[in-house]
């Protein structure tokens, strides 16, 4: 468990798209102590000035980001902040000090099939030939994942904390206090259920440009318009890749066997 101490509770949880982040995100913002960070470093990684995605804002910094989360905010004992692991790779200098770092894992057969069903839901998206190739630069998401929890290992000498988003499911709750007692937020009930809500009414910090793309190309839409978390009556192993592109097939075989490493680290129900 974190140490407790009269300083905020300061965690970080990095996962790959599609992952359930902003579910648990949403969970986090019940606690009214709470000061929620939605994707600061995604938000300087896609729209800095040296961006190779959206160059459009010179404001934008790894600097910028890093203190902001570093800030005390007056009545909030609990500073969180959700983002992709992507987002800082060859930054992970400036990682915000005092914070407990933690990982949110899917399987990459789930991750690649939830984000074609986004691309090709999204009329923005296909209008500007989306597809993964073009949003994500061949990464492979969850190798960053892994350079991330080997930095914080050994280079911050942490003991990252694992959790995988289908196990999570399995069992909300039990998942969701286990988290919280490894982390030092507390964990309280009113937690599993809230309200739907839409990406601008939402009690969370956000840049006001990733706010707005994220509006306009239709992401965080399900997480959102929830009122809690859904749990999983049944997991299915097997996800249908008979209709997938090469490009997408490949991209779940480059990320497996970071998965499958994450996978061996993560949180277990006893």
Not at 210 to 235: I, V
Request: hydrophobic share 40%; net charge positive; charged share 25%.
């Amino acid at each position: 468990m974190a140490s407790k101490s009269n300083n905020p509770v300061r965690v970080m949880m990095w996962s790959t798209p599609r992952s359930l982040s902003t579910a648990i995100a949403r969970s986090i913002v019940m606690l009214e102590e709470a000061q929620v960070f939605n994707e600061m470093y995604s938000a300087v990684f896609n729209f800095r000035k040296e961006s190779n995605q959206f160059p459009i804002s010179s404001s934008f910094s790894y600097e910028w980001a890093k203190s902001e989360l570093e800030k005390d905010y007056l009545g909030k004992h609990v500073i969180f902040g959700k983002d992709f692991a992507h987002a800082v790779r060859g930054n992970m200098d400036l990682l915000p000090s005092g914070f407990t770092h933690t990982f949110l894992i899917r399987n990459p057969k789930k991750v690649v099939t939830s984000l074609n069903r986004v691309i090709k839901k999204s009329y923005v998206l296909s209008l500007t030939g989306g597809s993964i190739g073009k949003h994500y630069d061949d990464m492979i998401l969850c190798k960053e994942m892994w350079d991330l929890y080997v930095y914080a290992r050994d280079t911050l000498h942490q003991n990252p904390i694992v959790i995988d988003a289908d196990d999570f499911l399995k069992d909300p709750e039990a998942m969701m206090k286990l988290y919280c007692d490894k982390t030092a937020i507390p964990f309280r009930k009113t937690m599993l259920k809230w309200q739907p809500t839409n990406i601008w009414r939402i009690n969370w910090r956000s840049s006001y440009i990733l706010t707005m793309c994220a509006w306009w190309f239709g992401y965080y839409g399900n997480s959102l318009n929830s009122t809690g978390f859904q749990k999983a009556d049944k997991q299915t192993e097997d996800t249908d890749l008979s209709m997938i592109d090469e490009k997408s097939l490949k991209a779940i075989n480059d990320n497996m066997e970071y998965y499958h490493s994450l996978y061996a680290n993560r949180l277990v129900l006893k």
